[in-house]
């Protein structure tokens, strides 16, 4: 259990530390890396979903034959409809978007930022509980390595995530302190959602399968929806390429070292 507890707060530990670099780093991001950070974080989101869950599902439904893919693709389905849901019904305002998305509301233009990036932030949480689900239903299919690899893994794309969120809030006129804080606060999410998803498992141990494909179908519409748009819309694209090859490699890596 305590292996697990540390697994599940990896991931917010990086966020923290990402938000922490509003007290070492000027008030904006310059450009190309603002494009290479996006892309990292995207590839190492791409690569996660795909070594991590949906291979891990099918895996898991292999006793169903040719019909093995079914949960995954099932799961995968629903987690997309998830995030699609909740960007429809939750007013949120993307780091660099202009005009709020979801449901029209007075709140102020930090807050629906942090928004934004908390929502983007459950599919990530989710995804850490179910391989830890995974890991502590037993069968050998998601060993604790495994486990730690996609926690470890997305502690890192949270880092520079981290950054992402908090440089452009002191940007807007936050202090360094409300910036850090609110950039701390929108990881909060991943840890709750983790465990939720791993309690939810416990009574639900035969959806595990559809429980992983579910969090890489969230975690792909992330991707698709605004971070690979925003690594590769306007100028220096190139660099938002090249970042999403090295956090692509990087998890890739991670997963089968450590496997």
């Given at each position: 259990?305590k292996?697990?507890?540390?697994?599940?707060?990896?991931?917010?530990?990086?966020?923290?530390?990402?938000?922490?670099?509003?007290?070492f780093?000027?008030?904006?991001i310059?450009?190309k890396v603002?494009?290479?950070l996006?892309?990292?974080?995207?590839?190492?989101?791409?690569a996660a979903?795909v070594?991590?869950?949906l291979i891990p599902?099918?895996?898991m439904?292999?006793?169903?034959?040719?019909l093995?893919?079914?949960p995954a693709?099932?799961?995968?389905?629903?987690?997309?409809?998830f995030?699609l849901?909740?960007?429809?019904l939750?007013?949120h305002?993307?780091?660099?978007?202009?005009?709020?998305?979801g449901?029209?509301?007075?709140?102020r233009r930090?807050?629906?930022?942090?928004?934004a990036?908390?929502?983007?932030?459950?599919?990530?949480?989710m995804?850490v509980?179910a391989?830890?689900a995974?890991?502590?239903?037993?069968?050998g299919?998601?060993t604790?390595?495994?486990?730690f690899?996609?926690?470890i893994?997305?502690?890192?794309?949270n880092?520079?995530?981290?950054a992402i969120?908090s440089?452009?809030?002191?940007?807007?006129?936050?202090s360094?302190?409300?910036?850090?804080?609110?950039?701390?606060?929108?990881?909060?999410?991943?840890p709750?959602?983790?465990?939720l998803?791993?309690?939810?498992?416990?009574?639900l141990?035969?959806i595990l399968?559809?429980?992983?494909a579910?969090?890489a179908g969230?975690?792909i519409?992330?991707v698709v929806?605004e971070?690979?748009?925003?690594?590769?819309?306007?100028e220096h694209?190139?660099?938002g390429?090249?970042?999403f090859?090295i956090?692509f490699a990087?998890?890739m890596?991670?997963?089968?070292a450590?496997?």
């Amino acid at each position: 259990m305590k292996n697990t507890v540390i697994g599940i707060l990896i991931p917010f530990l990086g966020t923290t530390l990402g938000a922490a670099c509003i007290f070492f780093m000027r008030r904006s991001i310059n450009a190309k890396v603002n494009k290479a950070l996006s892309g990292f974080a995207a590839g190492v989101m791409v690569a996660a979903s795909v070594w991590s869950l949906l291979i891990p599902a099918m895996d898991m439904s292999s006793g169903m034959g040719k019909l093995a893919f079914l949960p995954a693709v099932v799961g995968f389905g629903f987690g997309i409809v998830f995030l699609l849901a909740l960007d429809s019904l939750i007013p949120h305002l993307h780091i660099h978007g202009k005009e709020p998305e979801g449901p029209r509301a007075s709140w102020r233009r930090t807050t629906m930022m942090v928004l934004a990036v908390t929502i983007h932030n459950i599919p990530e949480g989710m995804a850490v509980g179910a391989v830890f689900a995974g890991m502590l239903a037993g069968g050998g299919t998601i060993t604790a390595a495994a486990a730690f690899s996609l926690s470890i893994g997305i502690a890192i794309q949270n880092f520079p995530e981290g950054a992402i969120i908090s440089m452009p809030l002191y940007g807007e006129g936050e202090s360094k302190g409300r910036a850090f804080l609110n950039g701390t606060l929108s990881g909060v999410v991943e840890p709750i959602g983790a465990v939720l998803t791993i309690l939810l498992s416990r009574y639900l141990v035969p959806i595990l399968p559809y429980l992983l494909a579910f969090a890489a179908g969230a975690m792909i519409y992330v991707v698709v929806e605004e971070m690979i748009p925003e690594a590769s819309e306007g100028e220096h694209s190139n660099w938002g390429t090249i970042g999403f090859s090295i956090g692509f490699a990087v998890m890739m890596v991670l997963d089968v070292a450590l496997g």
